[in-house]
């Protein structure tokens, strides 16, 4: 079945350590997307790539670093410089640019703080 | 920027009561209107979408939104909700290529 992978499901980082979620998809999407969501603020836009080897920041782009080698792969990595990491990050994708066609979403990743 | 408003943070209702959630955003011209659901433990779903056409847009489940264009709104509604909707809700609408949600909106159903 077509899809999003988030890995791991569940992931604890030290203080000043960078931790890396991944994110594949098999839809052939074109855009990909890094949201963390936080109870009571819904989703925010942490990058997001509309093509591969292209980036862009969103709203909390702060302590996050993406890369986009490859079509199917979005990683994310959370840096020491984002001193409140604890958080719900939710990983999507959308087809063709340009489209009206929806962001399909990964089971996402929670992340916390040892 | 585009923004997105959910007035109702937290909605208790019995099995059967109507349910109505607003949703507002901030400016007009031409808008892509969601609603996304997370089920407990679950994925984001999307519930229903409106992109142009009849400003009733139905979506799985018995829910079903209306776009009002001069209010700015997409208010999601179904006529008697169930146990299983408890959810949280999310409102959602495009800008350019990014999708800006609202800050959600948790149902709680009671049998």
């Known amino acids: 079945d077509g899809g999003i992978t988030q890995s791991p499901k569940y992931l604890f980082r030290k203080e000043g350590q960078n931790v890396t979620l991944s994110c594949e998809q098999n839809?052939?999407?074109?855009?990909m997307y890094w949201y963390r969501q936080d109870p009571g603020q819904g989703l925010r836009l942490i990058y997001y790539?509309?093509?591969?080897?292209?980036?862009q920041k969103g709203d909390i782009a702060e302590g996050y670093s993406v890369s986009r080698e490859k079509k199917e792969s979005f990683p994310l990595t959370v840096t020491s410089a984002q001193k409140n990491p604890t958080a719900f990050y939710l990983c999507?994708?959308?087809?063709?640019?340009?489209?009206?066609?929806?962001?399909?979403f990964g089971d996402g990743t929670r992340l916390s703080i040892l | 920027a585009q923004s997105v408003s959910q007035h109702n943070h937290h909605v208790i209702l019995s099995e059967a009561a109507s349910l109505e959630l607003g949703c507002n955003y901030s400016?007009?011209?031409?808008?892509?209107l969601f609603w996304y659901v997370q089920y407990p433990g679950q994925h984001l779903q999307l519930l229903l979408k409106?992109?142009?056409?009849?400003?009733l847009v139905k979506g799985i489940k018995g829910f079903e939104a209306e776009f009002i264009k001069s209010k700015f709104s997409f208010n999601l509604r179904k006529p008697s909700v169930q146990w299983s909707d408890t959810a949280e809700y999310f409102c959602?609408?495009?800008?350019?290529?990014?999708?800006?949600f609202g800050t959600g909106t948790r149902l709680q159903v009671f049998p």
């Open positions: 999507a994708s959308r087809g063709v640019l340009g489209s009206n066609q929806p962001q399909h």
């Open positions: 839809l052939n999407h074109d855009a």
């Open positions: 790539s509309q093509i591969v080897n292209d980036f």
């Open positions: 400016y007009g011209g031409t808008v892509n």
């Open positions: 409106y992109f142009s056409g009849d400003p």
């Open positions: 959602a609408v495009t800008d350019t290529d990014k999708l800006i």
